[in-house]
């Protein structure tokens, strides 16, 4: 923060005598993400710094932290007395960042979510910052479909030859928003993904399973559970249990009929997971995308997703929670997109230190100059 004991812009070096690179590698196993990513730990571990570190390294009562001034390339040390979480808390919600990287944090509301404008007369932009839109039968979804149909029929009426797509705030939500959206998008007929498993379809250790229903009671509720599971993966196949192709997971889409066919310039960031990083995958795909940003959270080829499953474990009682469906998503392969990795972009764009200091957009702004620079 600015003003504060440590001046703005200082990179810190090490914490009691710990480098820097060793206690950010040593937190990054409390914040999960699709397959290798680590920018997406950032994320987490960004915001909740003094959590993790407590719970990896034990309190501390004050720390050590040296560091070096920006401009210069001396090491300084001070000591600085630790505060509590609310302290701690206050001072992240105060953070320096906070007008460019809120949105990484946000709940956001419905009027939030996604907005849609013009810059020029062949430049809009599009940005949905979450999926969290309702289902087939709320009218927040009805809301949102009409907003698309509206913004599709005036690009088109327009003959508009760019659309920037924004997602880098979208962590994901309700289906089939997504979906909806990227058929707006499309030129081909997809569907959500090309294949869905789960690693079992009767529910393992029962009695440490997170539920609030007393474990010896348990046994008598399971079994609606498990025949759900059963009726959604019912064919085994190398110790697996896989979607049919009568899953309306597997359902074949088309696009829209307004769906634009101009130049689509994809925003991507860490935050981008679940729902997000399935569309995000899929217009990525298209041959008319171009990505720009930083590697998302979630993976290109398939993720985990839909059905959160959660244990308690019986010695030391913590509570681990994570999705129990292997997705293949509907993707084609492109070569500078890797297995096990999250989305990579085809231009990696990362704020500069000067447009930190100044709250400056470096992605969205690399955009319009890459649009300048191909019409």
Known sequence: ???????????????????????????????????????????????????????????????????????????????????????????????????????????????????FEYR??????????????????SEKHRRYTR?????????????????????????????PNDLITYAYLAQRNFRENRQAWVSFNKVPYLRYAYSKIPSFLRPLGVGKYNRMLQKEFPMEKGGRFYQTETSKDHRIRTPEENAFTGNIYLLIGPRVASAGSLFAAMVTGNPNTVTVGEETMGGYYGHNGHTPWGYILPKSGLETFFSIVNLEQDVPEKDNQVYNRGILPDYTVKQYFNDYLEHRDTQMEFVIKLIEKDK
């Open 1 to 115: 923060m600015e003003g504060k004991e440590i001046p703005l812009g200082t990179r810190i070096v090490s914490i009691n005598g710990r480098p820097m690179e060793t206690v950010i590698s040593a937190l990054y196993k409390y914040y999960t993400t699709d397959g290798v990513n680590i920018t997406g730990k950032a994320i987490g571990i960004n915001f909740s710094f003094a959590r993790y570190y407590r719970l990896h390294y034990g309190l501390e009562n004050t720390f050590e932290v040296c560091y070096i001034p920006h401009g210069s390339h001396n090491v300084r040390c001070k000591t600085l007395e630790s505060v509590g979480y609310r302290t701690y808390y206050k001072n992240v919600e105060n953070r320096y960042s906070r007008p460019y990287d809120e949105g990484d944090y946000k709940g956001w509301e419905e009027e939030e979510s996604y907005t």
């Open 120 to 137: 020029d007369e062949a430049v809009a932009v599009l940005t949905v910052n979450s999926f969290s839109l309702g289902n087939e039968n």
């Open 147 to 175: 907003f698309l149909d509206s913004v599709f029929t005036e690009l088109k009426t327009r003959k508009t030859k760019n659309l920037i797509v924004d997602v880098r705030h979208n962590g994901g939500g309700t289906d």
